[in-house]
């Protein structure tokens, strides 16, 4: 019997390992990794219990279907590799047939990677249209010294990436707000980005949106095309405020009457909530330092936190 069910070092060579807190994306994503540690260790016990190695293999890690998962990760082809700015990238992966990620708006998933034998996840919401078929796309900042984005950048055309999800989302329903404030910093664009396209794409959903995007210069704009395409729209405005830019002189025409040089602070919120045509249920999207401030001004101008959505 002893052979059959394997000596007690055996099993503890099997048993799942806790995650190290590289593994966890942060992003409240349920089930969140350790979540998932807890079930495989419950189903190692019972195993090792009975006794029994089988019940071990009823659902390895990598899901077979091509299809999203929350529990397990499936992996993506990569089509595409687009450089936006110096150090920012929009990387398009491949999905079967005509099939769609099945997201609901402002969505994230969860990305894994293996960098120097430690594994990492970070969450990323995908830029592309929820209802976009046979593709989506993500947009991510590489850091010099980012665990993940070395792995990111070795990225190219053909390559499998591994994914988890979906998780989170802003619940949107068309015309269920007058207006939409959008705060953005940086990548902090993508969830905002399926958001507006939902609604520029429904005729009958009539939501105002003013999208105010933070970014150091203008060079560091993301997807200005796409941007200028969406504020053309009756209901869309497009701000930008650039921290690092002190004068308007050398940018477009068309961009200087709605961008701002500076910081967004308390003053610049007051200015483009007046400037607002209905009292608007707010978006923020970006760094936990701008998420607090954002929430600090608007709280400052009458805004409370149960008009605010923070991604």
């Given at each position: 019997?002893?052979?059959?069910?394997?000596?007690?070092?055996?099993?503890?060579?099997?048993?799942?390992?806790?995650?190290?807190?590289?593994?966890?994306?942060?992003?409240?994503?349920?089930?969140?990794?350790?979540?998932?540690?807890?079930?495989?260790?419950?189903?190692?016990?019972?195993?090792?219990?009975?006794?029994?190695?089988?019940?071990?293999?009823?659902?390895?890690?990598?899901?077979?279907?091509?299809?999203?998962?929350?529990?397990?990760?499936?992996?993506?082809?990569?089509?595409?590799?687009?450089?936006?700015?110096?150090?920012?990238?929009?990387?398009?992966?491949?999905?079967?047939?005509?099939?769609?990620?099945?997201?609901?708006?402002?969505?994230?998933?969860?990305?894994?990677?293996?960098?120097?034998?430690?594994?990492?996840?970070?969450?990323?919401?995908?830029?592309?249209?929820?209802?976009?078929?046979?593709?989506?796309?993500?947009?991510?900042?590489?850091?010099?010294?980012?665990?993940?984005?070395?792995?990111?950048k070795t990225w190219k055309k053909g390559d499998m990436v591994s994914w988890r999800g979906p998780f989170g989302?802003?619940?949107?329903?068309?015309?269920?707000?007058?207006?939409?404030?959008?705060?953005?910093?940086?990548?902090?664009?993508?969830?905002?980005?399926?958001?507006?396209?939902?609604?520029?794409?429904?005729?009958?959903?009539?939501?105002?949106?003013?999208?105010?995007?933070?970014?150091?210069?203008?060079?560091?704009i993301y997807l200005k095309r796409l941007l200028q395409e969406l504020a053309r729209y009756w209901n869309?405005?497009?701000?930008?405020?650039?921290?690092?830019?002190?004068?308007?002189?050398?940018?477009?025409?068309?961009?200087?009457?709605?961008?701002?040089?500076?910081?967004?602070?308390?003053?610049?919120?007051?200015?483009?909530?007046?400037?607002?045509?209905?009292?608007?249920?707010?978006?923020?999207?970006?760094?936990?330092?701008?998420?607090?401030?954002?929430?600090?001004?608007?709280?400052?101008?009458?805004?409370?936190?149960?008009?605010?959505?923070?991604?």
């Amino acid at each position: 019997l002893q052979a059959m069910s394997g000596s007690e070092e055996d099993w503890l060579a099997l048993r799942p390992q806790e995650p190290s807190p590289s593994q966890c994306c942060g992003g409240g994503c349920k089930p969140c990794i350790y979540d998932l540690y807890e079930k495989e260790l419950a189903r190692w016990e019972r195993a090792k219990a009975k006794q029994d190695k089988s019940l071990l293999t009823e659902k390895r890690e990598q899901s077979s279907n091509s299809v999203l998962n929350p529990d397990t990760f499936t992996a993506f082809s990569v089509s595409s590799v687009e450089q936006l700015t110096e150090d920012t990238y929009q990387y398009k992966f491949e999905l079967p047939g005509n099939s769609s990620l099945q997201l609901s708006l402002g969505q994230h998933i969860v990305l894994r990677g293996i960098v120097n034998g430690l594994e990492v996840q970070r969450a990323y919401t995908p830029i592309s249209p929820v209802k976009a078929e046979g593709y989506f796309e993500v947009l991510i900042k590489c850091y010099e010294a980012g665990l993940m984005s070395q792995y990111i950048k070795t990225w190219k055309k053909g390559d499998m990436v591994s994914w988890r999800g979906p998780f989170g989302g802003f619940p949107y329903q068309p015309n269920k707000h007058g207006e939409l404030l959008m705060l953005a910093s940086g990548t902090g664009l993508a969830p905002m980005l399926p958001i507006l396209q939902s609604i520029t794409d429904d005729e009958e959903d009539e939501t105002f949106v003013t999208l105010v995007g933070c970014f150091p210069t203008f060079d560091k704009i993301y997807l200005k095309r796409l941007l200028q395409e969406l504020a053309r729209y009756w209901n869309i405005r497009i701000f930008y405020v650039l921290s690092q830019e002190t004068s308007l002189e050398e940018l477009p025409q068309s961009y200087q009457e709605n961008t701002y040089t500076g910081r967004l602070n308390e003053d610049l919120m007051k200015t483009i909530l007046n400037s607002c045509r209905r009292r608007p249920f707010v978006l923020i999207c970006g760094s936990s330092e701008f998420n607090e401030d954002m929430t600090r001004y608007l709280k400052a101008t009458g805004i409370e936190e149960d008009s605010c959505f923070v991604f």
